[in-house]
């Protein structure tokens, strides 16, 4: 069997294997497994070796240590205090409250770095409110299943940790490179709401600031100062995470790893001083959930690169890589041939998957036709925040249903189609202007 062909069926069965619905870890290793047994048999007694030294890396503490840092973020309540506050500084603007649930969701992004939970946790609170408010469930749910992506993409982000540990690029010029596609996104989400809202025949039911009566009829919302500033104080410790983690990063004070420990510990005093979570109940729910997460996670990751190493042991990555660069379509011809299997394999594999088994075979294609693997971090997760909103996987879809039952799917596709053709206008802006992906990592210090 050729290498080409071999590469082909490695990646075809390892496909094939992730969408019948295994475990992740479980399937990237048996194929690995297999396909070690046989074509190159004598590398299966460095199998455990190439694990444990998988694991044996300190940029891989800042996937627990982020995971810990969001945990207690996730089960207070900051989420309904972070998208009250907003609520009521933004709440006469024209689809206010559409615009207020997604900044919430931006911020709680960058607390978290995860888009099921950023989902959930704003969603809970901002779909009934928008519904109640006048919001169409269309709108209401495809905003917040567009807006929930925000988490992989808007630092710091665990698909970043991922892809940089799997490249061997710096996790903290990834995270900082998706600052500003992240902020174009968000706004160009934002002004997409305040037209609909403003011109639509469904927004005409929705009132500025407006609150609907036991009645059906809607009534004024006014808030004074006092009551605009009166949730501040338990929102800014957060925010103030945030700006230390990404100024830590920027001005190379600190490695990924030492700004998440810091702000893992500023975040579990925050939970127990502002919402009293310091019982032992309490904790126990926090670590479970980090723990969870970053157990699953971290066995991924271990899998992936035993699937990489196999890969690069039977030739199978360098030989796909030159087939892709032999295309004679160009270099941009091969970007939009790369985005759009990129699309497809979000459709049916989670993010933190594709990167691990893809990112290494493309790294290569990349650095050939001379782009920057950082700018191609942010390229690769806008196109997997798309795959997060669009069946059969899109995860964020179904958490919305559970939050909205009685909302067919069919009517929150509608409500994400325009914010899909936004991230697809992101990707095209950062292929077309690549300082939006990259002007900020210049510019970092150390």
């Known amino acids: 069997m050729s290498e080409q062909l071999l590469g082909v069926a490695v990646f075809g069965s390892a496909l094939v294997i992730l969408m019948s619905g295994i475990p992740i870890w479980a399937g990237l ?24 030294s998988s694991m044996d ?18 089960l207070s309540r900051a989420s309904s205090d972070l998208y009250e506050a907003l609520h009521r500084w933004l709440y006469r603007l024209p689809g206010g409250l559409g615009i207020s649930t997604m900044l919430a969701c931006g911020v709680f992004a960058a607390l978290c770095g995860s888009s099921p939970a950023t989902a959930a946790a704003i ?5 009934p409110e928008m519904r109640r408010r006048g919001y169409s469930p269309r709108l209401a749910c495809g905003l917040i299943a567009h807006a929930g992506t925000f988490g992989i993409l808007i630092p710091p982000s665990i698909t970043m940790i991922l892809y940089g540990i799997a490249t061997e690029t710096s996790i ?40 609907m009566k036991e009645g059906g009829e809607p009534s004024l919302e006014v808030y004074s100062l006092r009551e605009k500033l009166l949730y501040l104080p338990r929102v800014l410790p957060f925010i103030l995470i945030i700006v230390g983690i990404m100024g830590s990063l920027y001005g190379g004070w600190a490695t990924p790893s030492e700004a998440a420990g810091v702000g893992a510990v500023l975040s579990l005093v925050f939970v127990m001083v502002l919402y009293g979570m310091y019982r032992w109940r309490d904790l126990r729910e926090i670590l479970l959930k980090a723990l969870n997460e970053s157990t699953m996670i971290l066995m991924i990751m271990a899998a992936a690169l035993l699937f990489s190493f196999v890969c690069s042991d039977l030739y199978v990555t360098q030989s796909l890589a030159n087939l892709i660069l032999g295309l004679p379509v160009g270099k941009w011809g091969i970007i939009v041939l790369i985005n759009l299997l990129l699309l497809v394999l979000g459709f049916f594999i989670p993010p933190a998957a594709v990167i691990l088994m893809v990112a290494p075979m493309l790294l290569p294609v990349i650095k050939g036709l001379g782009f920057d693997p950082v700018w191609f971090a942010v390229i690769m997760t806008v196109n997997l925040e798309i795959g997060l909103v669009t069946p059969p996987v899109g995860l964020n879809l179904y958490i919305v249903k559970g939050i909205a039952p009685d909302v067919p799917l069919s009517q929150v596709l509608i409500g994400v189609l325009p914010f899909v053709i936004i991230e697809m206008i992101v990707i095209a802006a950062v292929c077309v202007f690549p300082g939006l992906a990259l002007w900020l990592p210049s510019k970092m210090i150390g």
Request: charged share 10%.
């Open 123 to 127: 969603g809970g609170i901002g779909i």
């Open 172 to 211: 903290g010029k990834c995270f900082i490179a998706g600052v500003l596609p992240g902020l174009l996104e968000i706004l160009l989400s934002c002004l997409w709401v305040g037209f609909y809202v403003t011109f639509s025949k469904d927004g005409r039911s929705i009132r500025r600031g407006g609150r």
């Open 29 to 52: 290793a048996g194929i690995s497994l297999f396909w070690a047994l046989l074509f190159s048999p004598e590398i299966l007694p460095t199998v455990p070796l190439v694990l444990y």
């Open 57 to 74: 890396s300190f940029a891989l503490l800042a996937i627990p240590l982020f995971i810990l840092l969001s945990a207690p973020i996730a």
